[in-house]
């Protein structure tokens, strides 16, 4: 099963959270991101599992309590709290069920006692602070934007930017999961090799260049059995959520002289 769009993505649905329906906000119902948090009165690594909406976060745990999760082995989370990893193994199927539920949970028609109970539980996101929510084993970055191939291309070799095996080589490249982050959290000017002088040798100092890029994360839940592909029609399957990635480098910085002497 894929996941599929549902009664749960209807426009038109509102949500006794106020906050909620706010044309502004970027967390609506249609829209519950997971997350893990911690309060600012909580100890240094206690963190639970939430989902945001409007302006509050909800907490899983409550909200499971509260709600018909029928297909919710509440042990997994009770042995896994503050992380999505165990989570994120349970298929499309059951995160289906579970996000129609917490819908039905904060929709404008939900029963009045579940309501009252909810409402004992919403937390203002200003109150929280986010922390990681999975344990990344492994990340891997992908070169698939052939605007972005050709103009970094044309930086090299402006007569010739876009080689012609881009179009039907993917390009994927292990990147260094320690250092993924939570938004918010404060970015370290790297230090590396810089010969912007020709002339001198390389000095290792803090880059004078430090480029971004907006990207599209994936998830992977379910993964595979080693050397056992993952058909193309199946991989949606295996993806739990996406996101959005600031990807950070420093570039390397190549005198003019070289570029020259390498064409």
């Not at 989370?77 to 289906?96: C, K, P, Q, T, W």
């Not at 934007?145 to 050709?150: D, E, G, K, N, R």
């Not at 100092?205 to 199946?234: R, T």
Request: negative net charge; glycine residues 6%; charged residues 25%.
């Amino acid at each position: 099963m894929t996941y599929e769009i549902n009664e749960t993505h209807d426009p038109n649905l509102k949500s006794w959270v106020e906050s909620a329906n706010d044309p502004e906000t970027d967390f609506p119902i249609q829209n519950l991101p997971f997350c893990a948090y911690s309060r600012h009165t909580w100890s240094e690594g206690e963190k639970r599992l939430g989902v945001a909406i409007g302006d509050f976060i909800v907490d899983l745990e409550d909200a499971f309590h509260i709600g018909d999760f029928p297909l919710i082995n509440w042990n997994l989370f009770e042995d896994h709290r503050g992380s999505l990893n165990h989570y994120a193994l349970l298929g499309a199927e059951v995160i289906s069920e579970i996000r129609m539920e917490l819908v039905r949970l904060l929709s404008e028609g939900v029963e009045n006692e579940k309501r009252g109970k909810i409402e004992k539980f919403l937390i203002p996101r200003s109150d929280v602070r986010f922390q990681k929510h999975s344990k990344i084993r492994d990340y891997t970055d992908f070169y698939c934007s052939i605007y972005h191939a050709t103009n970094v291309g044309s930086m090299f070799r402006p007569d010739n930017p876009l080689l012609p095996n881009y179009k039907y080589v993917p390009i994927g490249y292990h990147g260094r999961a320690s250092s993924i982050v939570v938004s918010g959290t404060e970015i370290k000017r790297p230090k590396g090799q810089n010969r912007s002088d020709a002339e001198k040798p390389p000095v290792f100092i803090a880059c004078k260049n430090l480029d971004y890029e907006m990207e599209v994360g994936f998830f992977v839940g379910q993964g595979n059995e080693l050397g056992k592909s993952i058909p193309l029609a199946e991989a949606e399957e295996h993806i739990f959520g996406v996101c959005l990635v600031n990807d950070w480098s420093a570039p390397a910085v190549v005198p003019p002289a070289l570029m020259a002497r390498a064409r």
